[in-house]
């Protein structure tokens, strides 16, 4: 099983759509939990960072089940913009990196 | 300007050549990282370094070593590249308060023909 895993995608959403993404870890220990954001060839730039249940800003909004070990991404009001693979990024006694979720968002 | 800068941005080379690429960062972290990024894969930790005098393996470090020059630039070089070296290469720092949160280079694409 992967330290991190997340479904590759991609999803294809209309504008306006509100759009969920699943992250699993396997490491329950794990403290800290991010989203980051890479668009086509660029390098990852951080989306939001979840130190507890939740963290929301503006259209987005991340949530932890520790539970259930996953963190989840809610994109309400997609934009064309929003177009790109989101990384899930878990911190144990190491950061572990999924392969990211691909995101298209079409007018 | 950049705070994290990475060259050469793009580098086609030949099998058994040697290949230095080169991180410098402006963000004042003491914390440097090389990560490689293959497609279907997450970024994987190649070296990293917590001060000049630490240099610390990675999960993929066999085939790379690294350089700590100073506190703000840290170089990963391949000694005899090889096809499967081929991927796009990232420099990350981090630093006080949240050393967890990683800021990127824009990375450098790699080619080993």
């Known amino acids: 099983r992967k330290e991190v895993e997340q479904d590759p995608g991609p999803f294809n959403v209309p504008e306006g759509a509100t759009v969920a993404f699943n992250c699993t870890y396997s490491n329950s220990a794990s403290q800290s939990f991010f989203w980051y954001r890479q668009d086509c060839r660029k390098e990852p730039k951080l989306l939001m960072s979840?130190?507890?249940s939740g963290n929301e800003d503006g259209r987005f909004t991340a949530q932890l089940n520790r539970a259930s070990q996953y963190i989840s991404l809610l994109i309400r009001d997609s934009k064309l913009s929003d177009s790109a693979t989101y990384l899930c990024v878990v911190n144990g006694n190491k950061l572990v990196f999924g392969a990211g979720t691909i995101l298209r968002v079409k007018s | 300007d950049a705070d994290v800068t990475q060259t050469p941005r793009n580098r086609i080379t030949k099998t058994g050549k040697r290949i230095m690429l080169e991180c410098s960062q402006t963000?004042?972290?003491?914390?440097m990282y090389w990560y490689r990024q293959d497609p279907g894969l997450g970024l994987r930790l190649i070296y990293y370094?917590?001060?000049?005098?630490?240099?610390n393996k990675g999960e993929i470090s066999d085939g790379y070593s690294v350089s700590r020059q100073a506190q703000a630039k840290f170089s990963l070089s391949l000694e005899s590249a090889i096809p499967n070296q081929t991927a796009l290469y990232f420099c990350?720092?981090?630093?006080?308060?949240?050393?967890?949160?990683?800021?990127f280079g824009p990375g450098t694409r790699l080619t080993v023909l």
């Open positions: 990350a720092t981090s630093g006080v308060p949240r050393t967890d949160t990683q800021y």
């Open positions: 370094s917590f001060d000049v005098k630490d240099i």
């Open positions: 963000k004042g972290h003491d914390r």
């Open positions: 979840v130190y507890s």
